[in-house]
């Protein structure tokens, strides 16, 4: 889900899939994947109207926000892997006293007669928490170095028909390899709103009622629509987030 301001479509996320385990060892280093199942929605937002946003979200979730700054290393396979490349992302959690490592890989979408029937992409997503020296295990897999991101923001986490999270995050892009105190914006001025929520393929459609009805409530700042249709820029944002800022007094409710 892509906010209208910048004229971008949204997309939203259904991760379902099987469950699916694999153990790698290489000097002592374990990696254990498991599917998780969750929906996911991406928005950007103007910079200028993330404080109203953090107002309305305070007050639709009833929760105090986290901090959020994530190092994101993506990876791709080398030809020793198999023709077809495959993409990994190591994330680092640089918000914890010790930072914290987690893998993830994002399948394909979801095909057929009911992907096109529902207003989400659906995919697979298989993740799973690591040790420091996992990037050393990738390379030596025969995975290679594509980009790498530092997203810095805030997080809300809360239950509304769905254990729903909400981030609000920045992405910036490394001048020199790894020097996350370098970095700088991809889209100065643009930050990106995400929303996810554990599914399944018992309970998805559920989740997915739970994460729009949600996300209705964004309307004024952010409009929705479906992968492939621009619905142009939402009029409503400027007279929105001024008059949340007015409400609020500029601090969170």
């Known amino acids: 889900m892509l906010i209208n301001i910048i004229g971008v479509n949204f997309c939203i996320m259904v991760m379902l899939g099987m469950c699916l385990r694999f153990v790698e060892n290489l000097e002592n280093e374990e990696l254990i994947f498991k599917v998780q199942q969750i929906e996911f929605v991406g928005l950007p937002i103007f910079h200028v109207h993330v404080e109203a946003l953090e107002i309305l979200l305070q007050g639709l979730c009833g929760v105090h926000k986290e901090r959020l700054r994530i190092h994101e290393i993506c990876l791709k396979s080398g030809p020793n892997l198999g023709a077809v490349a495959s993409e990994v992302r190591l994330l680092c959690d640089l918000e914890q006293p010790e930072p914290t490592w987690t893998v993830r890989h994002i399948g394909g979408a979801m095909r057929g007669a009911g992907a096109d029937q529902i207003s989400v992409l659906v995919r697979t997503m298989v993740e799973s928490k690591v040790s420091k020296n996992v990037l050393r295990l990738f390379y030596a897999l025969g995975y290679k170095l594509d980009h790498e991101l530092l997203r810095v923001g805030f997080a809300f986490h809360f239950q509304r028909g769905a254990q729903i999270t909400v981030t609000v ?13 370098e970095a700088v914006p991809v ?19 559920e989740v997915v009622a739970a994460v729009s009805s949600f996300c209705e409530y964004l309307a004024p ?13 939402v009029p409503t944002a400027a007279a929105a987030a001024a008059s949340l800022m007015s409400d609020g007094g500029g601090t969170t409710l």
């Open 187 to 205: 889209t100065p001025g643009i930050q990106v709103v995400e929303v996810t929520a554990p599914a399944s393929a018992e309970n998805y459609t």
């Open 221 to 233: 700042l952010l409009h929705l629509s479906k992968p492939g249709i621009s619905t142009g820029v």
């Open 169 to 181: 995050s920045s992405v910036n892009k490394m001048l020199k390899l790894h020097a996350t105190d």
